[in-house]
């Protein structure tokens, strides 16, 4: 634990206090309690060991990512298969968008489906790799606000697999058109929802300084 | 229970740490349109709004009532060459039903109705005793927690800029009519974001509190002056004010 520095106001936290804070409501219990006893949150310390679940979340989630992107997304079949059937994966139909000349809808698939998840990846990793480091206070400014980002639009992404549901629903023409959902809204919605769940247990507690910083052996180990 | 501005860091009694960056605040009793920010990273912390209760709960049936709308009335029908079919919110779930894709079937029915009907319904639970000087109703704490577990999985409005892409994708290859449901559907996220608005979660758990929901004797008061001048009749005894 660091002295604070001249760029830092002095702000005692919950952790140097000796106490911890109850992430759910904000009550504060003495240290070693258990569960916080005006919302039932489970109330812990700032630790790097909650990256783990971090790690094995966003892992989760890129293990999904890559069918979600290979597999078609939805199976079109026009006139009994006569015009020809079609799969179309979440880059194709970005791609089948534009050449119909529909700019706009392109624009917000290929940012709700292949920007957003792309750049959740970059930031969660790069926030629990720099966790717990000391930071200026511009530097946890901007991480904090990387990760409201990510927690904000991250739901977003799931734009696709509803787009995936309502046209599967409602094509339903019989000989003249027919569209079902690919293996990929499944691959999707889970690495959204995994994605979800690996920001919502990053601590923003870990990005001030002044934590415990873990061994470089502990780092490594992640 | 601890008067305003007393505080304990034996025991973190009349202290509030932040959610966001653990810096730690010593708890107050805010007025009414008072804002609350954290010093170091600015995360409002608090900022009751007057009436704010009573509008939740209004704002909370009205989107019950827009939800039964949305689940019975047609949502979407298109035709072409003769060959029409319609659906309703339950069929676009549904899409998913056909062989292992089922388990997202579930997963859709509960972002776009389950949720956030459920959330709504907690809101109803734990507001509405609260909305003059009741006291809260059993497990109000535990409604309330689970509903702010839930936020962020509930997608109505995302599932409304879905509809919308998926009528452009559609509108090449058949005529698009809209039925009642998705107009019910889009005033159920005029109606969400008004509700968050007004949604102050430390205020409710402050009250909570306050009303003898939890009686470990930490509860902040303010100024029992002050109290007597804003309450209309006195609070009765053994309730923390």
């Known amino acids: 634990m660091s002295a604070p520095k001249p760029d830092e106001p002095p702000v005692l936290t919950a952790h140097r206090a000796g106490l911890v804070g109850c992430r759910g409501c904000g009550r504060v219990w003495p240290a070693g309690t258990e569960f916080c006893g005006r919302c039932g949150a489970h109330v812990y310390q700032p630790d790097r060991h909650s990256l783990q679940a971090v790690w094995a979340w966003w892992l989760a989630g890129l293990i999904f990512y890559i069918p979600a992107n290979l597999l078609p997304m939805l199976k079109t079949q026009t006139l009994g298969g006569l015009a020809g059937n079609s799969e179309a994966t979440i880059f194709g139909g970005v791609i089948e968008l534009l050449h119909y000349g529909n700019y706009g809808v392109a624009a917000i698939i290929f940012v709700a489906s292949i920007i957003v998840p792309i750049g959740k990846f970059l930031v969660i990793a790069w926030l629990a790799t720099v966790a717990g480091r000391p930071a200026s206070v511009e530097a946890a400014h901007t991480r904090l606000r990387a990760l409201e980002a990510v927690e904000y639009i991250g739901r977003w992404s799931m734009i696709d697999v509803f787009v995936v549901a309502i046209l599967s629903a409602l094509v339903q023409l019989g000989f003249v058109a027919t569209i079902h959902p690919g293996p990929a809204a499944a691959s999707f919605a889970l690495s959204v929802a995994f994605t979800m769940l690996s920001a919502q247990s990053f601590d923003p507690r870990l990005i001030w300084r002044g934590l415990p910083l873990r061994t470089r052996r502990d780092r490594t180990a992640e | ?241």
């Open chain 2, 1 to 241: 229970m601890i008067e305003a501005g007393q505080f304990d860091l034996e025991t973190g009694a009349g202290l509030m740490a932040c959610p966001r960056c653990d810096a730690l605040h010593v708890e107050d009793e805010l007025a009414e349109g008072e804002t609350a920010r954290c010093i170091r990273c600015g995360k409002v912390l608090g900022r009751p709004r007057a009436g704010a209760f009573t509008q939740i709960v209004a704002l909370s049936v009205t989107s019950l009532v827009l939800m039964v709308a949305a689940i019975f009335f047609p949502f979407l029908e298109i035709s072409r060459m003769g060959f029409g079919n319609a659906t309703s919110l339950f069929g676009v779930a549904l899409a998913f039903s056909h062989g292992w894709l089922m388990p997202l079937t579930v997963a859709m029915l509960g972002f776009i109705v389950g949720l956030p009907a459920l959330r709504a319904l907690l809101l109803v639970y734990v507001l509405w005793p609260m909305r003059g000087d009741g006291p809260p109703a059993r497990h109000a704490g535990e409604a309330f927690r689970l509903s702010e577990l839930l936020r962020p999985w509930s997608m109505a409005e995302i599932f409304v800029i879905g509809t919308s892409v998926a009528l452009v994708k559609v509108a090449g290859l058949a005529t698009v009519s809209l039925g009642p449901a998705f107009w019910a559907f889009c005033g159920l996220i005029v109606v969400g974001a008004a509700s968050n608005v007004f949604t102050c979660s430390t205020t409710i758990w402050d009250t909570l509190e306050d009303r003898g929901a939890f009686t470990d004797g930490r509860e902040v008061v303010a100024d029992p002056q002050a109290v007597a001048q804003t309450r209309h009749r006195p609070a009765p005894d053994g309730r923390a004010g």
